[in-house]
């Protein structure tokens, strides 16, 4: 790697391997992840047991020794790097369409659900309306699945209601719950502590371990909310259990 790449890459570990664009949260260097996540999972040879894809970085987690067979006279790192850079260049050359799934979401921004929300509004200086219509009015990139299985990070939302975590991290916070973190909104997909700004509720459920496909998201997803009153989200929630 040389001080003109776009990236770093270090090691995580002694059997991991990060490539990193680093920058701000974009669209732009989220399509580059995806593109090269493309290219790494086609090569994936056994001794590369994951590929973890986040908003601006990439890593590899492999086996010692099976990457040392692979790798001749090089390090089993060496050998690791050499292949990011080389699919790294790869991923750059390629036309990539990314396959969106565009997925609604009902959320009641009910005081019950939104436990933040009235004190959002007042520090951004807008009615509780005006919020949860900004709230509403956008579509957003799944740019990730972390935190806990099925927890979508997804953004970037209208700089007028961007909100910091909280000082002070609930020790619980339902399912379904809708937060924003920074320029980000997220919904949690278990009951959990959690630090993020609540501003409402779903009735869907985000992650079922009885399911083909367990998480209702995935990475590179197009998500967009509407909302519901409490009526309705009792009903939604009803009729799925």
């Known amino acids: 790697m040389t001080s003109s790449t776009p990236y770093q890459i270090y090691a995580i570990g002694d059997q991991g391997i990060t490539l990193d664009y680093g920058g701000e949260i974009s ?57 990011l850079v080389e699919k790294e260049a790869l991923a750059n050359e390629i036309d990539f369409v990314l396959n969106q799934r565009k997925i609604d979401i009902p959320v009641c921004y009910h005081k019950s659900f939104g436990l933040d929300l009235e004190e959002l509004a007042n520090t951004h200086q807008l009615s509780i309306g005006s919020f949860i219509d900004k709230h509403v009015q956008r579509s957003y ?42 320029s980000q909104t997220g919904i949690y997909p278990f009951n959990s502590p959690g630090g993020w700004q609540i501003i409402g509720q779903t009735p869907f459920t985000l992650f079922d371990a009885t399911k083909e496909s367990p998480t209702l998201l995935e990475p590179g997803d197009e998500v967009t909310f509407h909302p519901i009153s409490l009526d309705e989200f009792h009903h939604l929630k009803n009729s799925s259990s």
Do not use: C
């Open 27 to 83: 669209e732009s260097i989220n399509l580059k992840i995806f593109k090269l996540y493309q290219v790494l999972k086609k090569w994936q040879p056994d001794a590369v047991l994951d590929i973890i894809p986040a908003y601006q970085s990439i890593s590899l987690i492999y086996d010692l020794g099976k990457i040392k067979k692979l790798a001749g006279t090089k390090t089993a790192y060496q050998y690791v790097e050499m292949k």
């Open 141 to 182: 990139r799944v740019f990730m699945i972390g935190f806990m299985p099925g927890f979508a990070y997804m953004g970037t939302v209208d700089p007028l209601i961007a909100s910091p975590r909280k000082d002070n991290p609930r020790t619980h916070v339902p399912a379904g719950s809708v937060g924003i973190a920074g």
